[in-house]
């Protein structure tokens, strides 16, 4: 089966970090594009940043260019976010997402259960 | 504010045929393939369709999607109750980033 479990949420002060990170099984992990999406609770979804399979190819959206940094380790079978400066507007909870593709551009197949960030 | 737009809510009644809508611009949905994902309260989103009409293994036939030029639509026919989530449309833009829709909140009365 496939599984994406998240890590590394918590309570953080604005203008703080959390990295989080992700573990995935049951897939072959290079083989695929990942991502992190993101949902205020009561709200809607937010793509936030992906990655392609060899990490060649990375996209943010714009409220985190220059804060967020994604990466990935395949030997390890992990995704990784690194937020930096954060802000009130980042509270949420963040899914790391299976993309269908190799490349950042497709289908989000599988979703991880969520870890929640709450920048106060 | 979503760059996609949807009802925020719709409602059937068991066995009906529920459409939900979708619109964009040219440089999302107008160029690019749609998904729909299905939320069901204190889940996860699951992939509902892909690439405007596909259905991923495992999703019933009740379940269809098409797109016409900045548009999109899902639509759900022979309503059962385990349909009742949030549904939320989505595209790819032109800049390469995801944009979704708000939400569609479905009831089934």
């Known amino acids: 089966e496939e599984q994406l479990v998240e890590s590394g949420g918590g309570l953080v002060q604005p203008g703080g970090s959390l990295r989080l990170s992700c573990v995935a099984s049951g897939f072959s992990f290079d083989d695929y594009a990942m991502h992190w999406v993101r949902q205020v609770p009561g709200k809607g979804l937010e793509w936030v940043s992906g990655i392609s399979r060899n990490s060649n190819s990375k996209g943010y959206r714009d409220s985190v260019k220059g804060r967020f940094t994604i990466s990935r380790d395949n030997a390890q079978r992990s995704l990784h976010l690194q937020m930096n400066s954060l802000r009130g507007e980042d509270t949420a909870l963040y899914y790391c997402v299976k993309d269908y593709g190799a490349t950042p551009d497709d289908a989000f197949d599988v979703w991880g259960q969520g870890t929640m960030v709450t920048v106060s | 504010q979503s760059v996609l737009t949807q009802p925020p809510s719709a409602s059937g009644t068991p066995g009906q045929r529920v459409t939900i809508s979708c619109s964009g611009s040219?440089?999302?949905?107008?160029?690019?393939?749609v998904y729909w994902y299905q939320q069901v309260p204190g889940a996860a989103p699951k992939l509902l369709i892909y690439?405007?009409?596909q259905r991923p293994s495992g999703v019933p036939d009740r379940f269809s999607g098409s797109k016409s030029g900045t548009s999109m639509s899902l639509a759900i026919s022979g309503l059962r109750s385990e349909d009742e989530a949030d549904y939320y449309c989505?595209?790819?833009?032109?800049?390469?980033?995801?944009?979704f829709g708000g939400g569609t909140q479905l009831t089934v009365l």
């Open positions: 690439k405007n009409s």
């Open positions: 989505a595209a790819w833009d032109d800049r390469l980033s995801v944009v």
């Open positions: 040219s440089s999302n949905i107008g160029r690019n393939y």
